[in-house]
Nanobody, 116 residues
Framework: QVQLVESGGGLVQPGGSLRLSCAAS????????MSWYRQAPGKEREVVAT????????IYPDSFKGRFTISRDNAKAAVYLQMNSLKADDTAVYYC?????????WGQGTQVTVSS
């Protein structure tokens, strides 16, 4: 079965960086488009970044361009999110996502808290 397991969240000070990881299994990872989403308390879940396959093209909403970078390692079946210049507004649960055979899959999420 499809499994997505996020890691790398935690507490970071404003201006700091974090790198999130998502380990994927149960599907042909190299064929799948992967995304990171986040959900802050009281807000809707929003897409943060997407990386296509097989081209590896990256797509970011304007609000995340320049600070967040998504990447993938097909050999390891992993997708990453490098987050720089973090702000308090970036506090949220971050989720790994893919759509495989018309079904959306989510990881359990990893908490990112930006606070001094």
């Amino acid at each position: 079965q499809v499994q997505l397991v996020e890691s790398g969240g935690g507490l970071v000070q404003p201006g700091g960086s974090l790198r999130l990881s998502c380990a994927a299994s149960g599907f042909t990872f190299s064929w799948a488009t992967m995304s990171w989403y986040r959900q802050a308390p009281g807000k809707e879940r929003e897409v943060v970044a997407t990386i296509t396959s097989p081209g590896g093209d990256t797509i970011y909403p304007d609000s995340f361009k320049g600070r967040f970078t998504i990447s993938r390692d097909n050999a390891k079946a992993a997708v990453y999110l490098q987050m720089n210049s973090l702000k308090a507004d970036d506090t949220a649960v971050y989720y790994c996502n893919t759509r495989w055979r018309w079904v959306m899959y989510w990881g359990q999420g990893t908490q990112v808290t930006v606070s001094s």
